[in-house]
């Protein structure tokens, strides 16, 4: 028999007890079975017994002040017996004594935020957040909607790809083994024989055999191709494009974003971002940028997925961009902002587990890793986001790192939260140096660099998040850029330099191609953070509008005709 997951609920006080567990049995108690405890120690037993016997916890709820035990002890011991419950430190308005367990427990990770009480209507200051718990927990642990069916070998690198691409797409999907029975269920009903895998199973009843990327959101609806003409064409639906789209669009601009990959970009992988403004409790970078891709849809943006920009080139007043399938999008304005790619190991040992063991990027499922030994490869923001991430299923992670410490790459909460996980390892001066394994990748070689000694280590997976280098092969010629790829803008043109077009004063954050813009991690000097990424997708829109409502930018192309001025619409 199938039990409910448990919302656990602890505090010494009778009455604010009853009325919390009253309130949650009402909202949630179809789905969860809540239970609650006047004594931490109890409850403690119950965490216990419920491992046990194999039942979840989803969320436990603690009061801060209680004999024998405070609110965060027990969340940290219960952390320990359930390390994929959801933890909330229960305190009391205006308590300031509790403010230093509450910044202590965020920090060293040993809670995901707080309730407050009393919290009465429920519908205002209760379930909002609960719900938000219990959210995060169902998106890690808990059921998955399946709209889209993905048949595959298990491990399968083209399995792993379609897998990734419709999660970061925000596509509700599930993935069945070939050789498992709901597999081999699945491919007898559809009238397939396996032969060619992966096959992935619609809503409609549509079944696609290994389809490209391009394909299989054509075929979702993802793409609009009917619409080639617009007055701004956005490459790179990360933050910093998203941003601009959103800005773009609400101001009247018809808006065209087109993406190689992924709505979100690098950003879309992150696991849990807690530095972003507005987001007390955190965000997951593929919610986040899922959200921001509504919001611009919304407003009337456009959307053309799976498809590179293989060339940009003038045409009088407009700018032609032309697509990996030979579309040509035509644009008055062009905002480039089309990230950076994952750098790559270059271990020829190592780089044939591509999807089979090696990944360079986390999963935003953490579940596949449940019990398994994980090497996280990386120094930076992203990698310390994918420690923390793994770390909550994974039975072990070891961050490999090359310099000597975390805190020359990494911003310090991170730094705080992986150092008190107790399952994680870190191994500064470090390098992966190679590996093997049969069918997927079951080991790699660990290199300590002052001393030059290996270890061969044991693993499941391993993720090397080990920098990025801007996606600008497509504009060699076409527009300046630094030596090492990152488009050059604003006054940092060179304008004796012969890719130069400027006959004045370049505007913000344009290229040495008038009409053109460059936003974040592509652009030359950008500061690698998503605030920074948005801040300069919106500001970006404010130097189109003045470009295309000025007659004498258009006098910097000398085949240009005039601009029809057009009004700018109120920003917010």
């Known amino acids: 028999m199938l039990t409910l997951p448990v919302i656990m609920v602890i505090d010494d006080e009778p009455l604010p007890l009853a009325e919390l567990l009253d309130a949650l049995s009402r909202r949630y108690g179809a789905d969860y079975r809540v239970v609650s405890y006047l004594s931490p120690q109890e409850a403690i037993e119950e965490c216990e017994r419920m491992r046990t016997d194999g039942e979840q916890l989803a969320l436990i709820i603690a009061d801060q002040w209680m004999p024998g035990m405070n609110g965060l002890d027990v969340l940290r011991r219960a952390h320990e017996i359930h390390p994929a419950a959801q933890r909330a430190l229960l305190v009391s308005w205006g308590d300031r004594t509790a403010t230093p367990a509450i910044l202590q427990g965020c920090a060293f990770g040993q809670l995901e935020n707080y309730l407050q009480k009393p919290w009465s209507p429920p519908e205002v200051h209760l379930y909002p957040a609960v719900g938000e718990f ?15 069916r993905v048949v595959g070998a298990h491990p399968s690198a083209r399995s792993q790809e379609l897998r990734d691409l419709l999660e970061r797409n925000g596509i509700p999907h599930g993935f069945h083994a070939a050789n498992s029975d709901e597999g081999k269920r699945l491919l007898r009903t559809t009238g397939r024989d396996g032969s060619r895998l992966p096959v992935v199973i619609l809503l409609d009843g549509l079944v696609l055999a290994d389809p490209s990327n391009a394909k299989l959101l054509d075929s979702l609806g993802a793409t609009n191709l009917d619409e080639r003409e617009c007055d701004l064409a956005v490459v790179g639906a990360g933050p910093a494009g998203l941003a601009t789209a959103v800005y773009g669009a609400s101001e009247g601009l018809r808006t065209i974003v087109i993406e190689r990959e992924a709505i979100g970009g690098q950003a879309g992988t992150s696991s849990l971002i807690r530095n972003y403004l507005g987001f007390p409790r955190g965000i997951s970078g593929g919610e986040l940028t899922q959200r921001a891709y509504q919001q611009a849809w919304l407003f009337g943006t456009k959307y053309v997925l799976a498809r590179e920009v293989s060339r940009l080139q003038p045409k009088s007043i407009d700018r032609i961009l032309t697509l990996s399938d030979g579309t040509e999008i035509t644009a008055r304005a062009v905002v480039i902002a089309s990230g950076a790619a994952y750098r790559r190991l270059g271990i020829p040992e190592l780089e044939r587990f591509t999807g089979a063991g090696l990944f360079y990027t986390a999963p935003s499922d ?10 996280v490869a990386g120094g930076g923001n992203s990698a310390g986001q994918a420690v923390l991430h793994l770390s909550k299923t994974a039975r072990r992670v070891t961050l490999a790192v090359r310099g000597e410490s975390l805190e020359e790459g990494m911003s310090d909460y991170l730094v705080q939260e992986i150092r008190s996980r107790p399952n994680v390892e870190v191994r500064v001066e470090t390098e992966v140096v190679g590996g093997g394994g049969d069918a997927a990748l079951d080991r790699v070689v660990l290199e300590h660099r002052p001393t030059k000694t290996r270890e061969v280590a044991v693993i499941d997976a391993l ?3 080990i920098g990025v280098q801007p996606r600008t092969e497509w ?25 130069g077009h400027h006959a004045r004063e370049p505007l913000p954050l344009e290229t040495s191609l008038p009409g053109v813009f460059a936003v974040g991690d592509v652009r030359l000097g950008s500061t690698k953070r998503i605030a920074s990424a948005v ?14 409502n000025a007659p004498i930018a258009i006098a910097d192309d000398a085949t240009a005709g005039s601009v029809p001025p057009k009004e700018t619409p109120a920003t917010v």
Do not use: C, N
């Not at 219990?134 to 889209?148: F, I, Y």
């Not at 953490?366 to 090497?375: G, M, N, T």
């Not at 790829?485 to 304008?495: C, E, P, R, S």
């Open 134 to 148: 219990l959210s995060g927990w169902t998106r890690a642990h808990g059921p998955r909607m399946e709209l889209v």
């Open 366 to 375: 953490a579940r596949v890793l449940k019990d398994k030994l994980v090497v």
């Open 463 to 465: 993720f090397a998040l």
């Open 475 to 499: 504009l060699a010629g076409t527009l300046q850029r630094d030596p090492r790829g990152f488009i050059v803008t604003g006054q940092d043109l060179d304008h004796h330099d012969a890719g």
């Open 535 to 548: 801040g300069e997708g919106a500001m970006a829109v404010q130097y189109v509008h003045k470009y295309l």
